[in-house]
């Protein structure tokens, strides 16, 4: 199982889900993705192109340290759902092509018309205030930049026009967990995803107790519950070892 963390965050934000995972029975990848855990500055001197990389190499690498003919899920929050997305898209039809995709608000767009001036405003601005810890379990926080990198963003919305331009290619099932409460990624992603993807098997999960991050928030037991379970019904009957 490899994961992905979002948009300025860490792998702590989706640790207690490969946590869950791992204890459950599977193999469990999070890489750390270039820009992120350091300095907000450091994301603007890299681009999605650095990010999809980061997550290609673990994915393959993972793939290499597991049994031949291994199924391999792939699973990420928010912009880390938009990467694995991304990942499946480009392996399509290969051997190496995942055996599902399980997302956490992912983001695919945004209906946010100031969105167009980013190309024009990170040239001349480096941040705008941040957009972590958008949690509603009190207590519960999500190690992140306080400050939205606007070049990195700007690389990120370019990364957004590819994934929804090629969604007809992921064909694998899909499980999308959605906050009907997300104060950073809006419905319209997930709308997008669902009419898009050619996956003959995909559902949706409402969470009502989360927001944004919902791998930290109350319903992520839900979360981890239900991706073993989905997880499980894509290995081959009997006789795997359950390292995924």
Same mark, same amino acid.
Not at 36 to 42: A, F, P
Not at 86 to 108: C, F, K, W
Not at 120 to 128: N, P, T, Y
Not at 179 to 197: I, K, N
């Given at each position: ?202 559902? %949706?999960?409402?969470?009502? %107790? ?35």
């Amino acid at each position: 199982m490899l994961l992905s963390h979002g948009f300025t965050g860490t792998p702590q934000s989706i640790r207690p889900w490969g946590e869950a995972l791992h204890a459950a029975g599977y193999t469990v990848a999070c890489p750390l993705l270039p820009g992120h855990g350091t300095r907000w500055q450091d994301m603007n001197r890299t681009t999605w192109h650095d990010w999809y990389r980061a997550v290609d190499d673990e994915y393959l690498a993972l793939r290499d340290r597991l049994p031949p003919g291994t199924p391999v899920v792939v699973g990420g929050l928010s912009m880390g759902g938009t990467l694995v997305t991304r990942l499946v898209q480009q392996h399509a039809g290969r051997d190496t092509e995942p055996a599902g995709l399980i997302l956490v608000n992912p983001s695919y767009l945004t209906l946010r018309k100031d969105a167009a001036l980013l190309p024009v405003v990170s040239r001349v601005l480096g941040s705008f205030p941040g957009i972590s810890d958008d949690i509603k379990k009190p207590g519960a926080h999500e190690l992140a930049y306080d400050r939205l990198p606007l070049k990195a963003a700007a690389s990120l919305s370019q990364l957004w026009k590819l994934v929804r331009a090629d969604l007809g290619k992921v064909t694998v099932p899909v499980r999308l967990f959605r906050s009907l409460e997300d104060h950073v990624v809006e419905p319209a992603s997930g709308e997008a995803l669902l009419a898009g993807v050619a996956s003959a098997v995909k559902s %949706e999960v409402l969470l009502s %107790e989360s927001y944004h991050v919902a791998t930290l928030d109350n319903d992520a037991p839900a979360i981890f519950e239900g991706s073993a379970e989905f997880i499980a019904s894509l290995l081959s009957p009997a006789g795997t070892d359950g390292s995924r």
